[in-house]
């Protein structure tokens, strides 16, 4: 019997990775609120925000982030302002 070889599981990059962030704070709610990257087939990293209204029914974006490398994509998801998250959010729902 031969023994197959040992391969490290590498998650495919092109698959969704969704990462918790701090909820929104709306009013005297607090929705719960991911993002999830990718990498595409082009090499660019791509995310798009999850939100979870109070409903429970999730809501997501477009793929509105988009950069060179995953440092970058997230460096750009931490400059966005709240308010502009708050104003993403009101118009998803």
Do not use: K
Request: aromatic share 6%; hydrophobic share 35%; proline share 9%.
């Amino acid at each position: 019997m031969t023994a197959q070889p040992h391969r490290p599981y590498t998650p495919d990059q092109r698959e969704p990775v969704l990462h918790e962030l701090q909820p929104l704070r709306l009013a005297n709610q607090s929705i719960p609120l991911r993002l999830s990257i990718r990498r595409s087939d082009d090499g660019a990293w791509r995310g798009r925000l999850h939100f979870v209204a109070p409903d429970r029914r999730e809501r997501e974006t477009a793929e509105i982030f988009r950069a060179e490398s995953e440092a970058d994509l997230w460096q750009a998801v931490r400059r966005l302002p709240e308010h502009h998250i708050r104003a993403l959010y009101q118009s998803l729902v």
